[in-house]
């Protein structure tokens, strides 16, 4: 599980694919904590806070959370069949990065699956 | 390489087009299992799941002196099934699914009425705790 990293890309023009809070981020598999509904058609992934990892803020009193990455897909409601289809693609014997969802090149790791709705990549405490 | 992690299924709601939210169904690494608590009420078994926070993994909250507390899924049990039943059950069930190709693991699932150990009867509240901010 180590060599693995799961990759994700939200803007559909690669010539803006240039701020890592909503256009591109990749994540160790290791770092994935977890998947729930948060549409019809909304699966939300959760990842352990890339810019804060393990990390704490007594100064700002901040709030350390998971990241998260909001993926599209049709037909609604099939929660349960795209969290298997992405799990078998974190379950494959591929090494290296495992592409959940790609807006510019329209590559995505389970059919159903149709676009990157955001990523949320929290923001480094200071 | 594969990936040796296995990750457990929970769903609660019944009815496929009110799957939408993250009380109805979710999704844990076993890897964030934190552990079972044994629980009643009117005389049903019950045995809580927790796991690691999915929103506030490994987090903190200074803003609001807040906590992070773990997530957890509420099952219930057959008439005549105890919390020991289901543990040693799903303990079995756990370790042959480690040895599987097939990480994705069905613990129990009220749309589908699909159950993982035959002493589960159905899902109880499952817990997500919200993310601070």
């Known amino acids: ?126 | 390489m594969y990936n040796e992690e296995l990750y457990l299924y929970f769903r609660t709601q019944p009815t496929v087009a009110n799957d939408d939210a993250e009380n109805d169904s979710c999704l844990f690494p076993l890897s964030s299992f934190a552990g079972y608590e044994a629980t009643a009420a009117s005389g049903v078994n019950k045995v809580k799941m927790y796991f690691k926070s999915m929103q506030m993994h490994d987090g903190a909250d200074y803003v609001t002196n807040g906590v992070v507390v773990s997530d957890a899924v509420v099952i219930s049990l057959k008439a005549g099934s105890t919390p020991k039943d289901f543990i040693e059950d799903m303990t079995k069930q756990l370790n042959v699914a480690c040895h599987s190709k097939n990480k994705f693991l069905n613990v129990a699932d009220d749309r589908d009425l699909q159950y993982v150990s035959t002493h589960i009867a159905e899902v109880g509240a499952i817990g997500v705790a919200a993310v601070a901010s």
């Open chain 1, 1 to 126: 599980m180590e060599n693995k990293f799961v990759y994700i890309r939200a803007v559909a023009a690669v010539g803006d694919d240039d701020a890592v809070t909503v256009d591109s981020a990749c994540y160790p598999l290791s770092s994935f904590s977890g998947a729930a509904p948060s549409d019809d058609g909304k699966l939300s992934l959760f990842f352990k806070s890339m810019t804060n990892y393990d990390g704490f803020d007594n100064t700002g009193d901040a709030v350390v959370h998971s990241d998260e990455v909001v993926l599209n897909f049709l037909p609604v409601n099939t929660h349960k069949e795209v969290m298997e289809g992405v799990i078998n693609a974190f379950s494959s014997d591929r090494d290296g990065m495992i592409v959940l969802g790609d807006d510019v090149t329209g590559e995505y790791c389970f059919s159903e699956i149709t676009s990157v709705e955001s990523i949320d990549v929290s923001a480094v405490n200071s």
